[in-house]
């Protein structure tokens, strides 16, 4: 009778542990996002709201073939995140309420396609949007991980996120080995808020340089343009002579996340992201000033 006993108690314990495993082993996603806050804010959790469209969105399937049904990031993202998933399909049928609900969100969070991903702190303030990236689950983590790194403050850019460029003279410029305080600047010829900003940096480059400030623009225009765009601007009084580089491939761009223009970082010597600017508007200068001067 006891050797009965203590199987029926092994058998429980296995069942137990194997029950443990398999809700481990799949992605919970919630459809609302303030059950999901609630959540996230008892468990100490980040929040990751997937915006799809489940029945005509090909990189939405992409992105859950190549990385949701993967035990890596299944396993992370069980531990660091509650997941929400809002659905806009073309053939399924919705309850209206559902429908509006959904769209209410896309529109506060300015989605502009599928698949987004919004990644929010456990009081719903935005950290960064992202989508699908090429490598698989692995990458995928990484991706995330480096998300939140930046978010906490700790996201050392050197170690994480180095890169080599050309310049327009075709010199090679490595970001690690400026050895400045760095602002690094995403932008393009057709982004308004760019040339609103390049101005700026100019300004702020000329005003810091002597103090160890280099300002670094990086564009995946092809040289001719940038030259051209760059002629135009000394003719109308404005001479840009920070550092100016080419990313043809957009490898640093995606490397980077960057999902609008223009964003700006603010990098210091020893390569540690002191913050990220998504956007340019003349009132920006005297805020980018403060962070340079308090970070110098």
């Known amino acids: 009778m006891k050797k009965i006993i203590l199987s029926l108690v092994f058998i429980m314990i296995i069942s137990s542990y194997a029950c443990s495993q398999s809700q481990n082993s799949e992605l919970n996603w919630y459809s609302n996002l303030e059950k999901a806050q609630k959540i996230a804010q008892q468990e100490e959790k980040f929040i990751f709201i997937h915006f799809t469209g489940s029945d005509w969105c090909k990189w939405c399937w992409k992105l859950e073939e190549e990385v949701y049904e993967k035990p890596e990031f299944i396993e992370y993202v069980n531990e660091n995140f509650v997941l929400v998933k809002l659905d806009f399909p073309r053939k399924i049928e919705q309850p209206e309420e559902v429908k509006n609900y959904n769209r209410s969100l896309a529109q506060k969070y300015q989605i502009k396609g599928f698949p987004t991903i919004q990644i929010l702190d456990a009081d719903g303030t935005p950290i960064e949007k992202t989508g699908y990236q090429e490598g698989g689950p692995k990458k995928y983590v990484q991706h995330l991980e480096n998300i939140l790194a930046r978010y906490s403050g700790d996201y050392n850019i050197f170690e994480h996120s180095d890169f080599t460029l050309k310049d327009l003279e075709g010199n090679l410029v490595t970001l690690s080995e400026l050895d400045k305080f760095i602002v690094l600047d995403f932008w393009a010829t057709w982004c308004g808020p760019c040339k609103a900003e390049i101005p700026i940096l100019q300004q702020i480059y000329n005003k810091y340089k002597k103090d160890?400030?280099?300002?670094?623009?990086?564009?995946?225009?092809?040289?001719?343009?940038?030259?051209?765009?760059?002629?135009?601007?000394?003719?109308?009084?404005?001479?840009?002579?920070?550092?100016?580089?080419?990313?043809?491939?957009?490898?640093?761009?995606?490397?980077?996340?960057?999902?609008?223009?223009?964003?700006?970082?603010?990098?210091?010597?020893?390569?540690?992201?002191?913050?990220?600017?998504?956007?340019?508007?003349?009132?920006?200068?005297?805020?980018?000033?403060?962070?340079?001067?308090?970070?110098?």
């Open 212 to 296: 160890g400030l280099t300002v670094v623009g990086i564009s995946t225009e092809d040289v001719k343009t940038q030259k051209d765009f760059f002629k135009e601007l000394e003719k109308n009084g404005t001479n840009i002579t920070y550092i100016r580089l080419v990313d043809p491939d957009m490898s640093v761009t995606r490397k980077y996340g960057i999902r609008s223009i223009p964003t700006t970082f603010f990098i210091n010597k020893e390569g540690i992201l002191i913050h990220q600017e998504k956007g340019f508007a003349p009132e920006f200068a005297d805020k980018f000033e403060d962070i340079i001067e308090n970070n110098l």
